[in-house]
C-alpha cells in the first residue's frame, strides 16, 4: 500500500525501489513515493544541500537498491504551515494542526482556530467530504457555497436530505455527525436500500472507535458538535478507511448499547441477548411484566458507566465481595384491573438464578427493588430484581464456551427466563 508522508521540514526518505508511483510533483523534482518506506529522516537545510537529488526518471531507472529522494515539504501542495494562536495545549492539537495540514479546514483570519466553537451541518460536509478526496461539482452562478459538496455527499450515499430536519446552516448534533461518519467509512450504509435507524448509527460508530464519549462515556448525542470535536472524528474516518486501527472507548460502546438493546449484555458477557422488552407470566392474565433493561457490572472495574449505580451495595450486603458480578434486570410492571387482596411479594416471585439477591430499597441511584406490590388497584410499578455472581462463574464460563449467559426464574419454579441466545458473533 502506497503512503503519502506529508510533514513540514525538508525530508529524507530511503526507499526500495518497488513499484513506485508519481504522487505529486514539487516545485523542483517530482516526488516518488514507493510502497515501502524504509527509513524517514527530518534533515535541516544545510544537511539538505550537501546530498545527492534524483529525479523520478534517475529513481525509476537506476538499481533496485535503496536510494535517497530529497525534497522540500513546501513543494507539495497539500502541506499547508499551521500558525494559531489558540490550539496550544488543546486536547485536539494534533489534529487540528494535520486538518489543516492536509488542507480541508483552515483557522480564521485573525489567526485563531475556535475549537469550541460549534460547527454547522453544512461546515461539517464540507470538511468531511474535503478530507476523504471527493469531487466536488462547480457551483453554478447563484448556488449557495455549500452547494457542490452537499451535492456530492447526496450523490456518494454518504448524506440523504431527509437526514437535516433542521437549518443546514445550524449546529450539527453529535447524533447527526454519527450518521455522516458511520456512511463514509461503510459502503454498504451508503445505499439507498438501507435503513439503519439513528441508534444503530450511534452504536456502530462508537464501536469502530469513530465516535467516543465525553464524561464517562456520555455520547452527548443532543449537544452540539464543536470544531475541533469535528476535526477529530473526521480524522478517525480517515484512518478507518486507511485500514488504521482506532482506538474504542468501552463506555461509551457499552451506553450505546444499552440505548440501542437495552442491556450491556454483548460488551460485558459477550453473548447475544435476546431482544428486549422480553414479556413475563406471573400467574394473571391481565397483569403485564415485561423486562425493558439488563445491566451488568464487574464491580472491580470502576470505569463501568454503571458502576456507581452499585457503589454502596457492599456496605449494605454482607455476603457481598467487591470483586463479584453484579446483574440488575429492570420489570414494568402494569396491573389492568383490580385485585382485591392480592399482591406480589417480589423476593418470593423472581429471582436471578444462581445469584445472591442484592436489595436495594430506597436507592438514590436509579435502581429501586420494591419488596411488596399490592394489586388491588390499577396501577403501574417500576421496580428491579439485583444479583451478585461470584466472578469465578464468569471467568469459567467464558473459559469453558466463551461467553456467559443467566437467567430469571420463578421462585415457585413454574417458569424459567433466559437472556442469551448464544456467543457474540465478532
Do not use: C
Amino acid at each position: 500500500m502506497n503512503k503519502v508522508l506529508t510533514i513540514a521540514g525538508i525530508l529524507v526518505i530511503t526507499v526500495s525501489l518497488l513499484a513506485p508511483t508519481v504522487s505529486a510533483v514539487g516545485t523542483n523534482y517530482d516526488v516518488v513515493m514507493y510502497p515501502q518506506a524504509q527509513q524517514v529522516q527530518q534533515v535541516s537545510a544545510n544537511q539538505a544541500s550537501k546530498m545527492a537529488l534524483f529525479s523520478t526518471n534517475d529513481l525509476v531507472s537506476s538499481a533496485s537498491a535503496p536510494r535517497t529522494t530529497l525534497f522540500a515539504a513546501n513543494d507539495v501542495s497539500a502541506v499547508k504551515k499551521v500558525s494559531l494562536s489558540d490550539i496550544a495545549g488543546h486536547w485536539s492539537e494534533s489534529g487540528v494542526n494535520a486538518a489543516i495540514s492536509k488542507g480541508y479546514v483552515d483557522g480564521y483570519p485573525d489567526g485563531t482556530f475556535q475549537p469550541e466553537r460549534s460547527v454547522s451541518r453544512a461546515e461539517f460536509i464540507k470538511m468531511l467530504i474535503g478530507a476523504m478526496g471527493l469531487n466536488k461539482q462547480q457551483a453554478e452562478s447563484g448556488d449557495n457555497w455549500y452547494g457542490p459538496y452537499l451535492n456530492i455527499a447526496v450523490e456518494s450515499g454518504i448524506h440523504r436530505y431527509e437526514d437535516f430536519s433542521q437549518d443546514i446552516n445550524g449546529a450539527i448534533p453529535r447524533l447527526e455527525m454519527a450518521r455522516l461518519i458511520v456512511r463514509a467509512t461503510d459502503a454498504e450504509k451508503r445505499k439507498s436500500i438501507d435503513e439503519t435507524d439513528d441508534l444503530t448509527f450511534v452504536y456502530v460508530a462508537a464501536k469502530k472507535g469513530l465516535m467516543q464519549g465525553l464524561d464517562g462515556g456520555d455520547l452527548a448525542l443532543d449537544q452540539d458538535t464543536t470544531r475541533a470535536q469535528a476535526i477529530t472524528v473526521i480524522e478517525r474516518v480517515l484512518k478507518a478507511n486507511a485500514g488504521g486501527k482506532l482506538e474504542v472507548d468501552a463506555s461509551a460502546v457499552m451506553l450505546a448499547e444499552v440505548a440501542l438493546t437495552g442491556s450491556n449484555i454483548g460488551s460485558m458477557l459477550n453473548a447475544k441477548s435476546k431482544p428486549l422488552p422480553l414479556q413475563l407470566y406471573l400467574g394473571y392474565d391481565d397483569l403485564d411484566v415485561s423486562v425493558t433493561q439488563v445491566i451488568v457490572v464487574n464491580m472491580a472495574d470502576p470505569s463501568n458507566p454503571y458502576h456507581s449505580w452499585f457503589k454502596d451495595v457492599a456496605k449494605e450486603n454482607r455476603y457481598f465481595n467487591p470483586e463479584d458480578y453484579i446483574i440488575a434486570v429492570h420489570l414494568n410492571i402494569n396491573n389492568r384491573s383490580e385485585k382485591p387482596g392480592q399482591r406480589l411479594v417480589m423476593p418470593q416471585t423472581l429471582k436471578i438464578w444462581n445469584s445472591i439477591r442484592i436489595d436495594m430499597i430506597n436507592s438514590s441511584t436509579p435502581v429501586d427493588t420494591l419488596q411488596l406490590l399490592p394489586l388491588k388497584d390499577v396501577v403501574m410499578y417500576d421496580t428491579w430484581i439485583v444479583g451478585a455472581f461470584n466472578k469465578k462463574y464468569f471467568e469459567d464460563a467464558f473459559a469453558r464456551i466463551g461467553y456467559a449467559g443467566f437467567s430469571l426464574n420463578l421462585v415457585n419454579g413454574s417458569g424459567e427466563y433466559r437472556f442469551v441466545e448464544g456467543k457474540l458473533k465478532p
